[in-house]
């Protein structure tokens, strides 16, 4: 019999997977928590589940926690994970803390959905090499999972209170593996996360945002808009020649129709995309959309040639959506002295083999 992946398995799955091999529904529960809550990676963490049970368990479910190659601590408090998955592959995963700057403490981990990505962004390190494979359900929990339990050596009831689907991969492209990450990374029996506190992002793969309004309106949607012509976003997103800016922002109305939420626009600023006239048409292309602009400086990737604009050119790129009513906010840059932009620490990893 094939053996299944534990971190990936719900508790239904788990009470009738239990059921069959003649286990109580408690001992169900109980493994649960062990993996979802209590973030063990070992069958012998497992207290009060005896010995036979464990080895009953351990003969159908294949637990395989992440590898960590390495952390890395930026000064402000970022820590950026590279794991190794089972086959060998890698992936970067980030927690971010803003527990020194908020009154309430926040600990957001920026997720990875797939190794590599088949869009091709022009800024990104991920999607130079291409796609790899997408992520199994317990590999993108396993990455939330495996952190929590590293940061609890030191600090027992550290709990991730935020997710973003920012890391490596798109994960519209990875889509019901995601979503159902999701469920297990909310359960009351694990984590416990709000759907309010996990956000997708994606670069306008348009049909999956509209079925994520239909099968969960709960969790955020961020778009990463970057440009607001079509021949300016071609260059940067070739996901645009297939769905281009009108029908993104048709599905962004619908999204919001549906799920009466306000969507994140995520804007890379680069050098080439930050002119006076850049912001003027995204504050005519975001006119009457529910939504709020995140700024970010881009992160230079070697290979690309993008640069970062001054802070000057940013200030005044978010001044001309201001006037125009929009809300924007300038990300914080956190991590810079680790490359914390996602798919550098894995190429630059790649570079000293
Ligand atoms: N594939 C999804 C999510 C992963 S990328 C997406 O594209 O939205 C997460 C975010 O990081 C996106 O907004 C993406 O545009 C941005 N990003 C990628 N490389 C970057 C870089 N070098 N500098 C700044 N932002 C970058
Ligand atoms: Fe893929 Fe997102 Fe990178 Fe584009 S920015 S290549 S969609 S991971």
Avoid at 145 to 171: A, C, K
Wanted: glycine share 8%; proline share 3%; aromatic share 6%.
């Amino acid at each position: 019999m094939e053996s299944i992946e534990l971190r990936g398995c719900s508790e239904d799955e788990l009470v009738e997977i239990c059921r069959e091999m003649g286990l109580k529904r408690f001992r169900a529960i109980q493994l649960f928590q062990w993996v979802q809550q209590k973030a063990v990676r070992s069958w012998d963490e497992m207290k009060n589940i005896g010995k036979g049970d464990r080895q009953t368990l351990s003969s159908h479910f294949h637990l395989y926690p992440l590898e960590r190659v390495r952390e890395q601590r930026s000064e402000d408090g970022t820590r950026k994970y590279l794991f190794r998955l089972e086959d060998g592959e890698m992936i970067e995963c980030v927690l971010m803390d803003y527990a020194r700057t908020r009154s309430r403490d926040r600990h957001t981990v920026c997720v990875s959905t797939q190794v590599g990505c088949a869009v091709g962004c022009s800024f990104c390190a991920t999607g130079l090499e291409g796609l790899r494979r997408n992520l199994s359900v317990g590999e993108i929990v396993g990455q939330v999972l495996d952190i929590t339990h590293y940061v609890r050596q030191e600090d027992p009831d550290f709990q991730v209170t935020n997710i973003v689907f920012m890391g490596m991969g798109e994960p519209l492209l990875n889509y019901d593996r995601v979503l159902q990450a999701i469920l297990l990374l909310n359960h009351g029996q694990g984590l416990n996360i709000g759907m309010r506190r996990m956000t997708i992002s994606t670069c306008g793969v348009v049909p999956q945002i509209i079925q994520l309004a239909k099968d969960n309106p709960q969790v955020g949607l961020a778009i990463s808009l970057h440009a607001a012509r079509d021949d300016v976003r071609n260059d940067l997103i070739p996901m645009n020649r297939r769905y281009p800016l009108k029908q993104l922002m048709e599905a962004c109305q619908e999204y919001t129709q549906i799920t009466h939420r306000r969507i994140t626009f995520e804007v890379a600023l680069t050098s080439e995309n930050s002119r006076r006239e850049d912001a003027e048409a995204i504050a005519g292309l975001l006119k009457g959309q529910f939504g709020h602009v995140n700024l970010i400086p881009v992160n230079p990737v070697a290979g690309t040639g993008m640069e970062r604009p001054s802070s000057e050119l940013m200030r005044k790129f978010a001044q001309v959506l201001e006037d125009a009513g929009i809300s924007v906010s300038s990300r914080e840059e956190r991590g810079m002295d680790i490359d914390a932009a996602c798919g550098q620490l894995r190429r630059q990893w790649e570079g000293e083999l």
